[in-house]
């Protein structure tokens, strides 16, 4: 039988501290296994010392590859690079804080091997998400399950297995400058299998997402999928019609019994409702109006200044 191909991809943002825990416990957990492989590690921009620990890693180790983009582009693009990087038989996604523990592949690859295409890390817990987190990210797969027709497995996470047909598919076809990459990988069909895992403390160094990131990512991730905020101007409309057609049949009853209504009270309340309502809606068409502006743009999902590995540094 053929030896199988991997290449692991590794998103890397200010990660100086854990790196060298992360790189140890990558190649015990590779070199147990029986295939080639190689480590994409992508530094988005990072500005503390990761793009010169991965300077060292590659210029040691010819299993190593690293794209170092001239900025900070985020999470999504480091995977979009990934996936135009990579031309494997099977590609792994995961970060590098060691959250996504390294000794889950080997169980991931024995399921590669028995026909899965799309492997999805199920996080069955997280040891330092704290209640807010857990919280937030309970309620963002109930809503966006609500709303869209594709469902994604709650606690889906960026750490996943893709078979090279998969990628292929989002090399060609995918190239949306917003990007949910655990959501679209559920829309396009092919053999899934899911496994479930611990994401154990981090190791070292901190969370990039704060909350207003995490509520931007949201919004994006929702809009990748859906487009049902676009239809609350409807139903907002259609219920508040309702109630108007009430309030008039009631206010012209009590003309005709020269009773006029009292309603300064009732209408300052109404038009303060409308009026947020009103703006809650147009700061969503805003939205995805900004995205459908970023995609006649056409700009570049990710600029990449160098690549490194042990034969080659080449500046782009």
């Known amino acids: 039988m053929e030896q199988v191909n991997l290449n692991v991809v590794v998103s890397v943002y200010n990660e100086q501290e854990s790196l060298p825990f992360f790189y140890k416990e990558i190649k015990k957990q590779l070199n147990l296994l029986d295939i080639s492989y190689k ?10 010392r990761s793009i010169e620990i991965l300077r060292e890693f590659a210029e040691k180790d010819t299993t190593v590859k690293v794209i170092n983009f001239s900025r900070n582009f985020g999470h999504e693009a480091a995977m979009l690079a990934g996936i135009d990087y990579s031309d494997a038989d099977a590609v792994i996604f995961m970060d590098s804080d060691l959250q ?8 991931m ?3 590669f091997n028995n026909g ?4 999805n890390m199920i996080r069955e817990e997280r040891k330092d998400g704290g209640f807010q987190k857990n919280l937030m990210s309970k309620l963002f797969y109930v809503l966006l399950n609500k709303i869209s027709k594709i469902k994604i497995e709650h606690n889906a996470s960026d750490f ?3 078979s090279k047909r998969v990628v292929k598919i989002l090399k060609e076809d995918y190239r949306e400058r917003t990007r949910f990459l655990r959501g679209l990988i559920q829309i396009i069909g092919f053999n899934k299998e899911k496994l479930s895992f611990t994401a154990p403390k981090r190791i070292a160094g901190k969370s990039k997402y704060s909350f207003m990131k995490l509520l931007v990512f949201s ?3 929702i809009s990748v999928l859906s487009k049902a905020p676009l239809h609350l101007g409807i139903f907002s409309g259609l219920i508040f019609a309702f109630f108007s057609i009430i309030v008039t049949i009631y206010s012209v009853v009590m003309r005709f019994l020269n009773q006029p209504a009292p309603g300064y009270t009732t209408l300052v309340v109404l038009i303060s409702l409308l009026f947020s309502i009103l703006f809650f809606i147009l700061g969503i068409i805003g939205d995805y109006i ?4 970023d995609e006649i743009k056409k700009r570049p999902n990710y600029i990449v200044m160098e690549e490194i590995s042990n034969n080659t540094n080449n500046l782009h």
Do not use: E, V
């Open 109 to 111: 690859m024995q399921t």
């Open 160 to 162: 996943f297995l893709l």
């Open 219 to 221: 919004f994006s991730a």
């Open 290 to 293: 900004g995205l459908l502006f």
């Open 39 to 48: 480590i994409i590690f992508i530094n988005d921009g990072s500005i503390d």
């Open 116 to 119: 899965a295409d799309i492997i």
């Open 100 to 107: 996504h523990p390294p000794a889950c592949i080997k169980k």
